[in-house]
């Protein structure tokens, strides 16, 4: 195991042993409190551009399930077609491996797909200077290669284009039968997650995902879907240009005709960018399996899955939409709703993938509406 240092961008250091692939890699470094679901996380496309780092110590012990495709196209346990984090950071990388689904073991994968992992680095004390600082761009530099630094930028770089699709990929409704017709939804594409693609397909709607700057507004569907996505919301100008226009259509429509939307996470920032809010970067981000959020107007509680570094400014909504979550930790928007139309997103993963499914009935709210 080859000597890393990661160094970070207010020049704080940690040593480490490298369990991957041996390259040096720059990216923003983000912590993650999980206790498990590396394999769904490190595909997850909402990562690319950054270094991950996981504050849960043994990481690796239940190996990595198979890389394999339904006929459809979708990754059977993964949540994309490759590894999209930068690299990983872990606490205490372990050897051996063992689990039902397991098919490989977590330093085999990485170094498969090229990617970086760190072990023996304190990542909870990594953690506190993040915390501390917010988050930082970061170095990954072998020891023995002093001289091979690596740059890359994350502010001002759209990882949108880089992780959508290149050309609309169709998906047929599972479980249709006489009594329950298909509906068909438009996917906007901006790094989603695969289990956002079954929790559709699997309620009997046919999806049709296309690219995140696609004007969709002339295709003939049901329903809009705005995925979730990496890097700033701020970089997707198209994508809101296109969801404000279909809103506009909309509008001119009797009310029973307006067509639902439903968005999850950078769609819930794209969907308030469309109705006028502004969107701000969090000090360190939400990435973690128990994420609390209260429904505005109720007494319930939810415990979500997150992953995501910017958040919505609800006092920037227009007077026609309302917050539709809260985080009961920072306060910070994990909602919002229309207050006439049928169109409503989430911050955090109500797919999970890994994490908690309490909050997988908003897809059932976005079916019926459909
Ligand atoms: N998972 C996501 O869609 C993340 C959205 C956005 N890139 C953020 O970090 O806030």
Not at 51 to 73: H, K, Q
Not at 107 to 134: A, F, N, Q, Y
Not at 222 to 230: Q, T
Request: proline share 5%.
């Amino acid at each position: 195991m080859e000597n890393v240092t990661l160094i970070l961008q207010d020049g704080t250091e940690f040593h480490g042993k490298s369990f991957g692939y041996d390259k040096t890699v720059a990216g923003e470094v983000v912590f993650n409190t999980a206790m498990m679901g590396y394999p769904e996380s490190l595909t997850d496309p909402s990562y690319a551009g950054q270094i991950v780092v996981l504050t849960f110590p043994l990481v690796g012990n239940y190996g990595v399930p198979a890389f394999s495709f339904e006929d459809n196209g979708i990754p059977t346990f993964m949540e994309s077609d490759k590894i999209h984090a930068v690299a990983l950071i872990v606490s205490d990388y372990s050897e051996s491996y063992s689990h039902w689904n397991a098919k490989e073991s977590l330093s085999d994968w990485l170094k498969r797909e090229k990617v970086p992992g760190i072990t023996g680095i304190d990542t909870r004390e990594l953690t506190k200077v993040l915390r501390e600082h917010g988050v930082m761009m970061g170095k990954i530099v072998f020891d023995n290669q002093p001289g091979n630094i690596p740059e890359a930028e994350y502010e001002g770089v759209n990882f949108v284009e880089e992780v959508s699709c290149k050309e609309i990929i169709r998906y047929a409704a599972a479980n249709v039968t006489e009594h329950n017709e298909a509906k068909t939804a438009v996917l906007v594409d901006c790094g989603v997650k695969a289990n956002i693609i079954r929790c559709l397909i699997n309620r009997g709607v046919n999806v049709i995902r296309v690219p995140w700057n696609y004007d969709f507004t002339d295709m003939e569907f049901d329903g809009l879907f705005l995925a979730n996505g990496p890097g700033d919301p701020d970089m997707c100008v198209e994508a809101v240009e296109n969801i404000r226009k279909f809103m506009e259509c909309e509008r001119e429509k009797s009310d029973s005709a307006v067509r639902p939307i439903m968005g999850i996470c950078m769609g819930n920032q794209l969907l308030a960018k469309a109705a006028g809010a502004t969107v701000y970067k969090l000090k360190y981000g939400h990435r973690s399996h128990n994420q609390p959020v209260r429904m505005v107007g109720t007494e319930t509680c939810f415990v979500t899955s997150q992953n995501h570094g910017y958040a919505v400014d609800s006092k920037t909504l227009g007077s026609d939409w309302e917050p539709f979550f809260v985080n009961m930790n920072d306060g910070s928007n994990e909602g919002i709703r229309h207050k006439k139309y049928p169109w409503f997103s989430a911050q955090f993963h109500p797919e999970a993938c890994s994490g908690p499914v309490d909050a997988e009935f908003l897809f059932d709210r976005f079916v019926e509406l459909l």
